[in-house]
């Protein structure tokens, strides 16, 4: 099997019965590129330009900024590429960047909502985006939305940024797609009245089973609830999917779940067709997906989601998965 997964990584991921489903790569750093085209990846599909900064130890500038994004699009041409706005605080605390410590930082002062307390921080970024968009495929994501005022305020910075831009007499490119994270709870029960604003979701399934399980993502002692497959999660999954599938937006999933095989049935069976992985996950879920029929994940996916517990959900996976995990 593992010979198989080799041999196939150049082939298309495209299921038994004919599905075509796009495998896309997070990243940190712009040099995983590299990695993200060795393992055949169709696009980026989660850049987490937070790492920039973590990195540095204090913001980047405008420039600096669009000087990475441009190199990423450029190598990734013409392939898309997400580029995730600041997700700083919460997991991501650096005590040069915001010094605040905050009792409950994943409940805190986190990605977006620094971003709208830190607006000029913020509107660089934009602008460093919207720069580097006139050089390739870029969509431009928002992370840990909870309510529909935040993603109002996001648009009411973009056109800042695009007025600021237009000033300046700056070359962009203001017509690339808007999403956002689909991560806390809130969001998937507005899910729908999100979808109005935005043309795609990105279901963070790191932080949603975080928030949906109300256990800390870091915590060892709570790790036994750390379930992709908890049927809790699941039907968040659900929800999000048809609100997409019923407004008629782009779906994503980019946590990690999505990297791992034995989630892959459920994804697919729930409609989803782009998932964004750790690059090095993509051959092996790649010959999950070439060996499996969406027809029967759909079925499976009835029988999973009457089950009341993640181990029965785990146990029916494994039997009928067994020859491909
Ligand atoms: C997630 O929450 O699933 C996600 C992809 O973002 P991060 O892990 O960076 O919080
Ligand atoms: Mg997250």
Known sequence: YRADIERESHLPAITADGIPINLLANIELVEEVVSAKDNKADGIGLFRTEFLCLDLNRFPTEDQMLQKYGELVELMQPAPVTIRTLDINGDKFNPYIDPVEEANPALGLRAVRFCLENEGIFIAQIKAILRAAAFGNIKLLIPMISCVEEIIRVKSCIDKAILELESEDKIFNKDIPLGIMIEVPSAVMMARELADHVDFFSIGTNDLIQYSMAIDRRNR??????????????????????????????????????????????????????????????????????????SKARKDVQVILGFQTVQEIVDYIQTEYRDFL
């Open 221 to 294: 002692r709570v790790a036994h609830l750390y379930q992709a497959l908890n049927p809790a999660v699941l039907k968040m999954i659900r929800l999000t999917v048809d609100a997409a599938t019923e407004k008629n937006i782009d779906l994503y999933m980019c946590g990690e779940m999505a990297g791992d095989a034995i989630n892959i049935p459920v994804l697919l069976g729930l409609g989803l067709t782009n998932l964004s992985m750790n690059a090095g996950a993509i051959p092996v879920i790649k010959k999950m997906i070439r060996s499996m029929n969406v």
